[in-house]
């Protein structure tokens, strides 16, 4: 794939789309962008992009991925009430890193819920993938729940949904939406270094 071959995709993608699909890329990369500096904000900008695309993804298919942002609407009220409630003696909810117990929730979270997903969409929808559109969903489950914990791992999570849709989304014809996937690894990336910095912060505390 060459760098021509991307231009021109872009350009593409930017010629077929929707007003619709061009407000949820720009609250999501909101989103993104107050999720890397800890603000509240990345909740309520979050959730007006996740609303649209449960109605995009259900237009194109993407049946897990629809699903995926229903559940992101759910955690996004959860994050913000745990964001906004921290503990007695706490000003702040601290970010800090998983513990043993936390690493095992997440993995059992993805274990059990990838296979779930690939078998309903084999058997119940018309997804054409069901194996990359069950990972995208498997891993963005946890990488959520991780963000409204405020764990420093949700982003690692974050960074293998994003790879993984890129070209997900660039297939099902939503150039736009896969580059604003390939923006978000890049943001991913960024906001694990600067969680990582976080978290030293609050145990030096």
């Known amino acids: 794939m060459d760098f021509q071959f991307l231009l021109d ?4 993608g930017l010629q077929n789309m929707t007003w619709l699909e061009g407000v949820a890329v720009c609250f999501g990369i909101a989103s993104v962008f107050y999720s890397m ?3 509240i904000w990345v909740y309520p900008t979050g ?7 449960v109605w995009i993804c259900f237009q194109y298919k993407l049946y897990a991925d629809m699903g995926i942002n ?3 609407f759910i955690m996004s009220i959860y994050g913000w009430y745990v964001w906004t409630h921290p503990k007695e003696n706490q000003d702040i909810l601290p970010t800090t890193w998983m513990n043993g117990k936390e690493w095992g929730y997440s993995i059992l979270l993805f274990g ?3 296979p779930v997903l690939v078998y309903l969409l084999i058997y119940f929808t018309d997804s054409d993938v069901p194996y990359w559109d069950s990972f995208t969903t498997a891993s963005a489950f946890v990488g959520m729940w991780l963000m ?3 764990k420093v791992e949700n982003w690692i999570f974050w960074i293998l949904t994003d790879l993984v849709s890129v ?3 660039f297939y099902k014809g939503l150039v736009l939406t896969s580059f604003q996937f390939l923006f978000f690894t890049v943001l991913a990336t960024i906001g694990l270094f600067a969680w990582i910095k976080s978290s030293k912060a609050y145990a030096d505390a």
């Open 47 to 53: 959730i007006v992009s996740t609303l649209i695309y």
């Open 37 to 39: 500096r800890e603000h």
């Open 112 to 114: 059990i819920s990838y």
């Open 9 to 12: 995709g872009f350009a593409q």
């Open 70 to 72: 229903a559940y992101y």
């Open 148 to 150: 409204a914990k405020k």
């Open 167 to 169: 070209p997900l989304y």
